[in-house]
């Protein structure tokens, strides 16, 4: 392990089928928000943190993320494209691609998400306490109706409510808290455990609930802006420039903070 490495996996080989048309064309992770791609925010916000190596597992559309690394000249950071394959699942391409962390701790994260946050001070915080894993929670929408209830009357109809953990039904002293696709791992557990991941269909299913098991982990509440691009909904969301959007607004903060 190199001891100024900060290395970085981010997932971006999906297929992003939910796109519609738009997937069919580009990779999820180069599809444009305000103008820019996704994978444009996620490597500036990273740069901006003090992270300075990227792992990038490559599947879909392969030949358009490396055309686009190419365009932007790397960005000027060091970065390793792996490629995995198409059809591959995610704990095979972690596996391909877990030769080239060069870090003590990986910060694993999907490529399909904008944020602005200070995952720096996350990040040594998790070194500073030699924790095994922290997972980054943060605010998600609830894209369906609600019925508000208050002292057993109901109160009002609400879409689109804003929350960062559940009740679970039948399970009492139980909070489920929404998981932002970001966490920071040991990098020995991520090199360790191929075995265990590498053919599973479901990755944080299998790799986390092993570790949590045997291993120390936190949570940690994210402050400030998340938003994960599911759907062309949520792209919609966030790229209409008339929208007042508290969304919009914070994606608006971001790009402005990466053009510095």
């Known amino acids: 392990m190199k001891r100024n490495k900060r290395s970085v996996i981010i997932l971006c080989g999906g297929k992003g089928t939910r796109l519609g048309d738009l997937g069919k064309k580009i990779p999820k992770t180069l599809v444009k928000i305000q103008g820019k791609e996704i994978l444009w925010y996620i490597i500036k916000f990273l740069k901006k943190n003090k992270f300075n190596h990227l792992i990038l597992p490559l599947g879909y559309k392969a030949e358009l993320i490396k055309k686009f690394l190419k365009i932007n000249k790397n960005f000027n950071i060091d970065i390793d494209c792996v490629m995995t394959g198409i059809n591959a699942n995610i704990g095979s391409r972690i596996a391909l691609a877990q030769s080239k962390i060069e870090s003590e701790n990986i ?69 489920a808290y929404n998981y932002t696709g970001i966490s920071i791992i040991k990098s ?56 007042k959007d508290k969304k919009f607004i914070e994606l608006k903060k971001l790009k402005k903070l990466c053009l510095k």
């Open 188 to 243: 020995k557990l991520i090199k360790n455990m191929i075995k265990i991941y590498k053919n599973t269909k479901n990755f944080e299913q299998t790799f986390f609930s092993k570790i949590i098991r045997s291993h120390e982990s936190q949570l940690v509440k994210i402050k400030g802006f998340f938003h994960s691009i599911d759907s062309v909904k949520d792209i919609i969301v966030v790229d209409n420039k008339l929208n």
């Open 107 to 175: 910060l694993l994260l999907n490529g399909d998400a904008v944020f602005n946050f200070n995952i720096n001070k996350i990040f040594t915080s998790h070194e500073r306490n030699n924790t095994s894993v922290s997972f980054l929670s943060g605010e998600t929408t609830y894209p369906y109706g609600t019925i508000g209830v208050k002292k057993g009357k109901i109160t009002d109809f609400k879409r689109n409510l804003i929350y960062d953990s559940l009740s679970v039904r039948l399970l009492s002293n139980y909070v």
